[in-house]
C-alpha cells in the first residue's frame, strides 16, 4: 500500500511513468476480477479495465487513501461494469455444459475456465461479492466499502452465490 501512494503521489505531480507502475501492478488482478463478475468474457472484462484505469489517471486526486489504491479502483470498475451491463449489453448467461469430471480437475488453466462457466450462473451482485470474498480474499467490510452495498447485503449475496454453486456442482455429480 505504502508503494502505491508513493506512485500515486508522483503521479499526481505530473511523472507519466509513476501511473504506468500502478497499471502494471494492478492490472492483472483488475482484470481477473472483472473477467470472474462478467463470467468469462474476456472482452469486456479488458474493456472495463481499461477504461478503469483511464477512468482513475483522470480523477486519480480524488483518491482519498482512506483505503486501498486496488479497493477503489475495483469500485470504479464495478461501477463501470455496472453502467455497462445495464446499457443494454448483452445477457451474461450461458447454458451450464459443466461436468462432474471438469470439476476435479487439476490444471490450473482448466480450473480457472471451470470457475468462469460456474460463475456465469450467478447474478452480477453474486459474482462480484463472491470473487472479492474469495478470489480477492476481502473481508465483507471491505466489500462494502468496494461496492457500496449494504454489510448484510454483502453477506446474502455471497450465502446466495455459494448456495447456487453447490447444487450445480451437487446436480452434476447425481448425473
Known amino acids: 500500500m505504502e508503494r ?4 500515486i503521489a508522483r503521479a499526481l505531480n505530473g511523472e507519466q511513468s509513476a501511473f504506468s507502475q500502478l497499471v502494471a501492478h494492478h492490472q492483472s488482478a483488475l482484470r481477473q476480477f472483472l473477467r470472474r463478475i462478467s463470467a468469462g468474457d474476456y472482452a469486456l472484462a479488458d474493456d472495463v479495465a481499461q477504461d478503469s484505469f483511464m477512468l482513475a489517471y483522470q480523477n486519480l486526486a480524488q483518491f482519498k487513501g482512506t483505503g486501498s489504491f486496488a479497493g477503489w479502483l475495483r469500485r470504479l470498475a464495478y461501477n463501470r461494469f455496472i453502467r455497462v451491463v445495464t446499457t443494454g449489453a448483452e445477457k451474461y448467461e ?12 487439476r490444471d490450473a488453466v ?11 450462473h450467478l447474478s452480477v451482485e453474486e459474482r462480484l461479492t463472491l470473487t ?7 473481508s465483507h467490510g471491505e466489500i462494502t466499502e468496494v461496492t457500496g452495498m449494504p454489510l448484510g447485503t454483502v453477506k446474502s449475496h455471497i450465502a446466495r452465490a455459494k448456495r447456487k454453486l453447490h447444487q450445480i456442482i451437487d446436480a452434476e455429480a447425481v448425473a
Request: with cysteine.
Open 94 to 105: 450461458t447454458p451450464c455444459d459443466i461436468s462432474w469430471q471438469q470439476l476435479e480437475s
Open 110 to 120: 482448466e480450473a480457472d475456465i471451470l470457475a468462469e462457466k460456474l460463475m456465469s
Open 132 to 138: 472479492l470474498n474469495c478470489s480477492e480474499g476481502m
Open 4 to 7: 502505491d501512494r508513493l506512485l
